[in-house]
T-cell receptor, first 111, second 112 residues
């Protein structure tokens, strides 16, 4: 079992650009969530996908959007990047009511 | 609004010591609580999951307790080792499909 895998591991983008991050959940997991972690802070919830629909959303602007595919993998899209979007982006997967498992994250730097 | 606090923010101990990390939460209506470990620049590794009906969970040298009524959890690490050096995060879930709400973590350094 490969666990939760995220790609890419590192990314540098320019202000105003758009970025797509990808996540493959752990085998058997059907729920995928995305988190943003700034340096020295705990992860902040962005949104959660289940059955290809956004089920919950944290306090993030509409520039942050996502998608879940039939194979449960997911994408996080961020439009009109700001310097403040620089962070570690974490994907977590789990079964319903189960333990959450995280990927290694994508480090996004906006310059 | 649920808030999670972890004390202390940083902790340095000599190798071999037993230690306790603290986590408190403001709303006792949680579904479960999870402890994670995070190495610098890396993702989160799940250590222990405690369901709201449970009082504690153990894995190797780690023991986590949960007191829902007082809004507290502790992570006990026995016989600490330099390899335990990392940031430890606790997170609570408000429902079966709920998102995780994290504290800011405790940065642990175990000196040889």
């Amino acid at each position: 079992d490969a666990g939760v895998t995220q790609s890419p591991t590192h990314l540098i983008k320019t202000r105003g650009q758009q970025v797509t991050l990808r996540c493959s959940p752990k085998s058997g997991h059907d729920t995928v969530s995305w988190y943003q972690q700034a340096l020295g802070q705990g992860p902040q919830f962005i949104f959660q996908y289940y059955e290809e629909e956004e089920r919950q959303r944290g306090n993030f602007p509409d520039r942050f959007s996502g998608h879940q595919f039939p194979n449960y993998s997911s994408e996080l899209n961020v439009n009109a990047l700001l310097l403040g979007d620089s962070a570690l982006y974490l994907c977590a997967s789990r079964k319903t009511r189960g333990e959450a498992f995280f990927g290694q994250g994508t480090r996004l730097t906006v310059v | 609004k649920q808030e999670v606090t972890q004390i202390p923010a940083a902790l340095s101990v000599p190798e071999g010591e037993n230690l306790v990390l603290n986590c408190s939460f403001t709303d006792s209506a949680i579904y479960n609580l999870q402890w994670f470990r995070q190495d610098p620049g890396k993702g989160l590794t799940s250590l222990l999951l405690i369901q709201s009906s449970q009082r504690e969970q153990t894995s190797g040298r780690l023991n986590a307790s949960l007191d829902k009524s007082s809004g507290r959890s502790t992570l006990y690490i026995a016989a600490s080792q330099p390899g335990d050096s990392a940031t430890y995060l606790c997170a609570v879930t408000g429902g079966s499909q709920g998102n995780l709400i994290f504290g800011k973590g405790t940065k642990l350094s175990v000196k040889p």
